[in-house]
């Protein structure tokens, strides 16, 4: 058999029980440490979503009306995890753990006013990293992994665990993730995997529609609207040490981008950063990609984004 179960929370509205929001006391909720754009982030980077609470991204939203926000955020995941508890129950009950997969991750991220930024739509780290577990009780390993992946591995991943052949004549972005799961958590040599992929890398893009050229980060959404109306698309590349963001001009007859009109770069550092527990106020509040030092890596990094998206039009 075969389950796709996505449950809506937390997405917005963040409506919980009461129980779920007892689990959370407004007096144990933290604001987040850098509430404010990115030193040297380029305009068109942000995407400015609660204009009724707050002036501009430079002036965060009032801190208990932010506390509120992140302990609604919290209440609602809290009662999205105590209805998966009942899915998983009922897999136990029926005895069917041990020889089912379980794949558990979310479609995007999500920002709580960590840089001024609140919701997704955007290409930092906190939009782009999702949470992901894998479980298959056959495979005999378990541990944590800090080797980068992305949800395009999760077709041939779900694929090989169900004993299913890709179609042959198909072509598929991502790799199965199941060698990686076979040999457990970094501490059984996660880097055999990660030198393996093509890229060693992990990708994303996100499109603006620019309103106010002296203003890039004001009424620029692109979503629920035509491609052809697109203005930029944000190219995003994550290594283990560095995230570049590359945001180009778009053509939205020929529907692809005009990779020599860049209209801004970022460069974030994430050397030395601790992978787990996750320390979501960390990373990113400063893009150094004008940092003469940096000058290798960003070119590096900016020609492997035009190597992963050499079929937008290089």
Same mark, same amino acid.
Request: charged residues 25%; aromatic residues 10%.
């Given at each position: 058999?075969?389950?796709?179960?996505?449950?809506?929370k937390p997405h917005l509205p963040w409506q919980a029980s009461p129980d779920d929001?007892?689990?959370?006391?407004?007096?144990?909720?933290?604001?987040?440490?850098?509430?404010?754009?990115?030193?040297?982030?380029?305009?068109?980077?942000?995407?400015?979503?609660?204009?009724?609470?707050?002036?501009?991204?430079w002036h965060p939203i009032p801190d208990d009306y932010a506390k509120k926000a992140?302990?609604?955020?919290?209440? #609602?995941?809290?009662?999205?995890?105590?209805?998966?508890?009942?899915? @998983?129950? +009922? *897999?136990? !009950? =029926?005895?069917? &753990?041990?020889?089912?997969?379980?794949?558990?991750?979310?479609?995007?991220?999500?920002?709580?006013?960590?840089?001024?930024?609140?919701?997704?739509?955007?290409?930092?780290?906190?939009?782009?990293?999702?949470?992901?577990?894998?479980? #298959?009780?056959?495979?005999?390993?378990?541990?944590?992994?800090?080797? @980068?992946? +992305? *949800?395009? !591995? =999760?077709?041939? &991943?779900?694929?090989?665990?169900?004993?299913?052949?890709?179609?042959?004549?198909?072509?598929?972005?991502?790799?199965?993730?199941?060698?990686?799961?076979?040999?457990?958590?970094?501490?059984?040599?996660?880097?055999?995997?990660?030198?393996?992929?093509?890229?060693?890398?992990?990708?994303?893009?996100?499109?603006?529609?620019?309103?106010?050229?002296?203003?890039?980060?004001?009424?620029?959404?692109?979503?629920?609207?035509?491609?052809?109306?697109?203005?930029?698309?944000?190219?995003?590349?994550?290594?283990?040490?560095?995230?570049?963001?590359?945001?180009?001009?778009?053509?939205?007859?020929?529907?692809?981008?005009?990779?020599?009109?860049?209209?801004?770069?970022?460069?974030?550092?994430?050397?030395?950063?601790?992978?787990?527990?996750?320390?979501?106020?960390?990373?990113?509040?400063?893009?150094?990609?004008?940092?003469?030092?940096?000058?290798?890596?960003?070119?590096?990094?900016?020609?492997?984004?035009?190597?992963?998206?050499?079929?937008?039009?290089?």
């Amino acid at each position: 058999f075969s389950l796709a179960v996505a449950p809506r929370k937390p997405h917005l509205p963040w409506q919980a029980s009461p129980d779920d929001f007892s689990h959370h006391p407004l007096d144990s909720i933290s604001l987040a440490k850098h509430p404010k754009p990115p030193k040297n982030m380029p305009d068109v980077a942000f995407r400015f979503t609660e204009e009724k609470a707050h002036a501009d991204p430079w002036h965060p939203i009032p801190d208990d009306y932010a506390k509120k926000a992140r302990r609604a955020y919290r209440a #609602a995941v809290t009662g999205m995890d105590r209805k998966l508890g009942k899915l @998983l129950k +009922e *897999l136990d !009950d =029926l005895g069917l &753990t041990q020889n089912t997969a379980i794949v558990f991750h979310s479609d995007h991220g999500w920002q709580l006013g960590e840089h001024g930024e609140w919701r997704k739509f955007t290409n930092f780290e906190l939009a782009t990293r999702v949470p992901l577990i894998i479980s #298959a009780p056959w495979l005999g390993t378990k541990g944590r992994s800090s080797t @980068l992946v +992305e *949800l395009v !591995d =999760l077709l041939p &991943t779900i694929a090989e665990l169900a004993g299913v052949d890709v179609p042959k004549n198909e072509s598929f972005d991502g790799q199965s993730l199941v060698p990686l799961l076979a040999r457990g958590g970094d501490e059984h040599h996660h880097n055999s995997h990660r030198s393996s992929r093509r890229f060693n890398a992990s990708f994303s893009q996100y499109p603006r529609v620019v309103t106010h050229n002296d203003e890039q980060w004001k009424s620029n959404a692109a979503i629920h609207k035509d491609r052809t109306k697109f203005t930029h698309m944000g190219y995003s590349v994550r290594t283990e040490d560095w995230r570049h963001t590359e945001w180009i001009e778009w053509d939205g007859k020929k529907l692809q981008p005009k990779w020599t009109k860049v209209t801004g770069a970022e460069l974030y550092d994430h050397r030395g950063e601790v992978v787990f527990p996750t320390d979501f106020d960390e990373g990113e509040n400063e893009n150094v990609v004008d940092d003469p030092n940096n000058g290798s890596v960003v070119k590096a990094l900016s020609n492997l984004l035009r190597s992963a998206f050499s079929d937008q039009g290089k």
